[in-house]
C-alpha cells in the first residue's frame, strides 16, 4: 500500500494495485499548499482508477481536474451534493462503489467550525486488504460511538486530530495502527505556528505511530 500526499489535504492511495485519488487536486488557499503542476500534469497523463472529494473547498477541491478527469476516463467520481452542483456535466456519486478490489463508502461527517456546520461534507472508508478511514475536514467531534468500531488499519486526519484535546481523544478511539497527518503548510512559510503545535503535541502524544508526509511525498506501508 502507498500513499502519497498530492496537495494541501489530499493523497494519492494505492491499495490492491487500485489509485484512488482522495482530495488529491486543489488550489492554494492562504498558507494552504496547491497541487505542484507537475503533479497534477502526471495525474492527469496516468489518471487513478477514481477520485473522491469529501466537499467541495478550494483547498481540498479543483473543479477544472475533476471535469476533465471524467470527460476523459469516465472513471467514478465521488463527492457531495456542493461537488454535484459545481459540476453538471461529471456524474458525481453520492453514494459507495467498488472500485476493482476495494470498496469506497462515504461516512457522513461535519466539518470543522460552527460557520461549516451544514456545509455538505463526507468522510471515505476504503476497504480492501487494508482498511483505511480519510476523514476529510471533519471535525473530531462529529463521530458518534458507532464510527469507533470501524477500528481503521490507517486513519488520514488533519491537523487538530493531534493538537486538540478531543482530537486525540477521537485518535486514540479510533485505534488505528497509523496515523498519515495531512493538512500541513511547508515549514518555511507557517504564519499559523501549525507546525510548532504538532511537533508539541507528538512530544505528549507517544501510543500511535504518526506520520507528516512532505506535498508529493509517498510513503509505504507494509
Not at 140 to 159: H, M, N, S
Request: net charge negative.
Amino acid at each position: 500500500m502507498r500513499i502519497r500526499r498530492t496537495a494541501n489535504a489530499g493523497v494519492l492511495l494505492t491499495l490492491d494495485n487500485v489509485s484512488i485519488l482522495l482530495d488529491g487536486a486543489c488550489q492554494g488557499l492562504s498558507s494552504y499548499l496547491a497541487s505542484p503542476p507537475t503533479v497534477l500534469e502526471e495525474l492527469e497523463t496516468c489518471p487513478p482508477d477514481a477520485v473522491a472529494f469529501t466537499h467541495a473547498h478550494p483547498d481540498h477541491f479543483e473543479a477544472g481536474f475533476v471535469s476533465r478527469f471524467f470527460r476523459r476516463t469516465g472513471c467514478p467520481v465521488l463527492g457531495t451534493k456542493g461537488m454535484a452542483e459545481q459540476l453538471p456535466e461529471v456524474s458525481v456519486m453520492l453514494d459507495g462503489t467498488l472500485v476493482g478490489g476495494v470498496r469506497v463508502m462515504p461516512v457522513p461527517s461535519r466539518h470543522l467550525g460552527a460557520e461549516w456546520r451544514n456545509y455538505p461534507h463526507v468522510s471515505y472508508l476504503l476497504e480492501g486488504s487494508r482498511r483505511i478511514f480519510f476523514v476529510g475536514d471533519a471535525t473530531p467531534a462529529c463521530w458518534k460511538e458507532g464510527a469507533f468500531r470501524l477500528q481503521p488499519d490507517v486513519l488520514i486526519a488533519p491537523y487538530p486530530y493531534v493538537t486538540t484535546r478531543i482530537g486525540w481523544q477521537t485518535t486514540l478511539r479510533f485505534a488505528p495502527k497509523k496515523v498519515v497527518l495531512v493538512h500541513m503548510p511547508d515549514r518555511e512559510a507557517d504564519p499559523d505556528g501549525i507546525w510548532p503545535m504538532v511537533t508539541k503535541a507528538l512530544e505528549a502524544h507517544r501510543e500511535l505511530s504518526v506520520e507528516i508526509p512532505e506535498l508529493n511525498e509517498t510513503i509505504l506501508l507494509t
